[in-house]
Nanobody, 125 residues
């Protein structure tokens, strides 16, 4: 069972990207879904999270107002729409899934039991 991210790439400052994440192989129910990111030499950091019912979202201050997390449970997919991108958004973006039944959100990595391999996002000035 694996999560697969897609949609990363190289963009210019101010442009947009949409990341997607879905499980490959055996399908499982993903309750809370999160996006995290990491740059070389730094610890992985929380970006955004959405609960199962999509009634609650939460964002890191650094992306609030620019990024939007959403999900399509029929497609078992979570998205991260990134707008007004800045050079400091350059990172490897990881999606994470919690398969334990819950309708709460969490910013803690240990709340998630499946992770993707990451997709690179580079914002060039």
């Amino acid at each position: 069972v694996q999560l697969v991210e897609s949609g990363g790439g190289l963009v210019q400052v101010g442009e947009s990207l949409r990341l997607s994440c879905a499980p490959s192989g055996r399908t499982f129910v993903m309750y809370r879904m999160g996006w995290f990111r990491q740059t070389p030499g730094r610890e992985r950091e929380f970006v955004a999270v959405i609960n199962w019912s999509a009634t609650t979202t939460y964002y890191a201050d650094s992306v609030k107002g620019r990024f939007t997390i959403s999900r399509d449970n029929a497609k078992n997919t979570v998205y991260l729409q990134m707008s007004s991108l800045k050079p400091e958004d350059t990172a490897i973006y990881y999606c994470a899934a919690d398969t334990k039944p819950s309708d709460y959100v969490s910013v803690r990595e240990r709340a998630y039991d499946y992770w993707g391999q990451g997709t690179h996002v580079t914002v060039s000035s």
